[in-house]
């Protein structure tokens, strides 16, 4: 919905916010519009449930007053109308004193509160106040997702990579047209996000946002839900259903895993989107409807159409747009910006109060591939968050076999960062060097930016551990005899020593000689 709050905290309480007064009775609409007007609230005033149906279809509201008693269409429908279509909109009922546990089970289904008649003028500004003071508040989060998204992101796609630089570009570019849009990707790398995303900023966004998982169901479950169903149509079917794409008239349905879809509801599938009209199950009569479909894999479609496990005409069809969502391990610069707004997102929902996060651990999660991708890195993140008790995310939050355990190590190191606890600092840091070397082929200037650290000081540690592997290899060859060690390698017998005892291998050495 698109509110008309923006104003300054000095301006009357109703500048700027539309409302809508609904009530067959035209007298007591009119002056409860009349009531809000001279507190500064731009009123219209419907006196039938039809009419304030009609309004609604037609124009933006921030506020919706309506009987909860008319002849022709009840403010319980008015109430589901006006959340389809604007679900930010504040509705508040107003009733009878016989009729008010109507009106608290119109709260439940959504509605901001309610007024019994006669409706105390007092009492009516300061419940529409109160609401718009709501609108207020949903207006400045917006604004600030919206300062955030022009940084680091796109409603709730959130990236600062290059190639989420693309993703998001091309995001804004799709979205405010009406084509059919494929999103490609692999599992957890916020395929949903990014049809939300589409939806959100499409001039469709006051309607219904419809999903549907393709692998959630069999194939006759999943007909069902998609086309709806008549009375009789099956054992079972007592009474009519609408499928997704009714519900979603108007507005966009998201079809995930479209890849894993049957060959038959493939077939349906391509209908809809040709002659724009469903057919429930038992019927034989066409249902118009106008609806955007955004569908999402992480199949390789072209392999599964040259398999005749797809349509290729479907394919097409679906494919009018494209974006493909890299995974993690490709746009690893995103990973503690996304864990940023995880820990803000988690501190809110647990009552936590974590400030950073250790750097062996940072440095691990740059390291990993995330194989589960965004969403792998989510909860990991809130599982160390309701751990923590100290503010810093560190290994003691770690749970066992968790992200940092399923880490390996070559050359005979630790098997992952969890059995490094305890180890020489100098051990832990070769470690993270040599994922990160391993992850950029060997691009020290990225390992090091990757690292945190200079590429000087990278060069100068990487030289040190090659000498110290030089080192333990003289000395196991030499069966710890340093003299024959040292002379293998060309240098005196006590600069040997020296640096032998400097690394921690003398008297390890020494003790395996002797053994």
Known sequence: MTSRADHSASAKPGEGLKVLVIDDDALHAETVAEGLERVGYEC??????????????????????????????????????????????????????????????????????????PVDVAELRAIVDKAAERLRLAHANRELRRQLDERFGFQGVIGNSPKMHEVIKRLQAIAPTNATVLILGETGTGKELAARAIHNNSPRKNKPFAEMNCTALNENLLDDELFGHEPGAFTGADKLRKGRFEYANGGTLFLDEIGDMPLALQAKLLRVLENREVFRIGSNEPIKVNVRVVSATH?????AVAEGAFRQDLYHRLKVMTVKLPPLRERREDIMLLTAHFIKEFNAQHGKHVQTVAEPVRRAMMAYDWPGNVRELRNFIESMVVLDVDGVLGLDDVQDGDVLGKMSLSSGQPAGPSSLVGRPLSEVERYYTEQALTLTNGNREEAARMLGIGERTLYRNIKEWEQQTKIREALEAAHGDETAAARQLGIEAKELHRKAKKQGLAEGAQADGEG
């Open 299 to 303: 199949r390789d479609l072209d392999a």
């Open 44 to 117: 219209t005033a419907a006196t039938s449930g039809k009419e304030g149906a009609r309004l609604l279809g037609q124009d933006d509201y921030d506020v919706v007053l309506t009987d909860l008693k008319m002849a022709d269409l009840d403010g319980l429908a008015i109430l589901r109308l006006a959340k389809e279509q604007a679900p930010d909109v504040e509705v508040v009922m107003i009733t009878g004193h016989g009729d008010v546990k109507t009106a608290v089970e119109a709260i439940k289904q959504g509605a901001a509160n309610y007024l019994t008649k």
